[in-house]
Every structure is written in structure tokens, then in C-alpha cells.
């Protein structure tokens, strides 16, 4: 159940992109949720996996019967360049080894879309190959970019992939205040699969994914 108190339970969950006008306002509430979900105190969180360069976390999701993961690491390049592979563009699918097409539905500003991506099968396909549609906004924040994004409502289905749903979303990336040319990566996902999924491959899949996101990416900054 969503925290009455949520800036996006008083949006209203689903938003049909055919009726997307008030990009403002959502772009606003999506930004103060995700700045709610970064002011959490540190011990409603609980480890879900540990690695050398990344630590993932996870509570309760308020929006659906599952998660709320928060991953967090430093990146050795400044903020503009990470948040320029993470966002929607020409290098998010050279480097995400789960992303297998990407494409941008509809433009509202430079830093405003709506993309369509799917992602590969996880677990000897025990998840099979997903579909998400999600509206995506990159703003400042402190001396950083947060871009954020969730899903949205969209008529046109694909047999061969299942529809699934991300709540409000994102990445927070700040430079570290002893090393500029550093930034500290953090990122709030909450992802609803859909489809008959054991909760279990779902919480390994999550977890995993996330700290191979981290490592993926770190890759791609280094050949850039």
C-alpha cells in the first residue's frame, strides 16, 4: 500500500501516455518521491548483497508487494558522464548487458522523454524477457543530476515480451567532495516484474543485476 504521504501515491499510480499533458507536475512529483526515498533512514534498510565496489540494499516497497532496492557506489568520472550512460541515449545499450533495445516513444524537452526498452531473460530464462515503457526526466540536483523515470501506461503490447512496471525510480550522482574528477552513484529501483515469477528468483535477480550494473558501467567509463 503507498504512503499516503507520498508525493506519487497523490499522482495516482498509472499514467496512460496517451494522456501525458502535465509533464511538469509529474516530473515534479516523480523528483520529490525519489528525494523521499533518499532521505530514508539508514537502519529501515537491510544488506541484499555486498560486493568489493557496490553495496545493494532493500525495505518494503510503499508502492507494491515487493522491494525497494537502493544500490550505492563511487564512480571514478565525473557526474555528467555517468549520468550520460545511465539516462536514454546512444550509450545506454552499448554497455547494459541486460538492455536489449531502447527506443524513445516521445520528446518533450532535452532532458524529458518517454522510451520503450526490453531487457534479456535472467536466471536460465526462469524470467523471461520483459518490456517496459517508461517516462524518464534528468534534473539537478545539489551539486549533481538526479534522473529519474517510471512507468507508464501504453496501448500497443508485444506478445513475445511481458509488460512490466517500474515505480518511481532513479540515480542520484554527486561529485565527492575531496575528489571532483569521483562521483558517488546512488540508485533507487523498484520493479514489478508481473508474470508468475517465484518471489525468490526475483529478489536474487534484483539484487544481482544491480551490482552487475554497477560493474558494467564502471567498464564502459573507463573506455570512454
Known amino acids: 500500500m503507498a504512503d499516503p504521504e507520498s508525493p ?14 502535465d509533464v ?38 510503499e508502492e507494491f508487494n515487493g522491494y525497494l532496492y537502493k544500490a550505492q557506489g563511487v564512480m571514478d568520472d565525473v557526474v555528467n558522464n555517468v549520468i550520460d550512460h545511465i539516462r536514454p541515449g546512444p550509450w545506454r545499450l552499448d554497455w547494459d548487458r541486460l538492455m536489449t533495445s ?41 551539486e549533481g ?8 501506461e501504453w496501448s500497443e503490447l508485444r506478445p513475445e515480451f511481458v509488460r512490466g512496471y517500474n515505480h518511481p525510480c532513479g540515480w542520484f550522482c554527486v561529485p565527492l567532495k575531496d575528489s571532483p574528477n569521483q562521483s558517488l552513484l546512488t540508485g533507487y529501483i523498484q520493479t514489478d516484474l508481473r508474470g508468475m515469477i517465484p518471489q525468490s528468483a526475483v529478489d536474487t535477480a534484483m539484487a544481482s543485476t544491480l551490482a552487475n550494473f554497477y560493474s558494467d558501467l564502471r567498464k564502459a567509463l573507463r573506455k570512454a
Open 145 to 152: 543530476l538526479l534522473s529519474c523515470g517510471v512507468s507508464v
Open 102 to 142: 531502447l527506443d524513445v516513444l516521445e520528446h518533450f524537452e532535452e532532458n524529458c522523454c518517454v522510451m520503450r526498452y526490453t531487457t534479456a531473460g535472467q536466471l536460465l530464462n526462469i524470467i523471461s524477457p520483459r518490456e517496459f515503457v517508461d517516462f524518464s526526466y534528468t534534473v539537478g540536483y545539489e
Open 8 to 21: 506519487w501515491s497523490q499522482t495516482g499510480r498509472k499514467i496512460k501516455l496517451e494522456g501525458l499533458s
Open 24 to 61: 511538469a507536475s509529474i516530473s515534479t512529483k516523480l523528483q520529490n518521491t525519489l528525494i523521499q526515498y533518499h532521505s530514508i533512514e539508514e537502519d529501515e534498510w537491510r544488506v541484499a548483497k555486498k560486493v568489493k565496489d557496490v553495496t545493494v540494499w532493500r525495505k518494503p516497497s
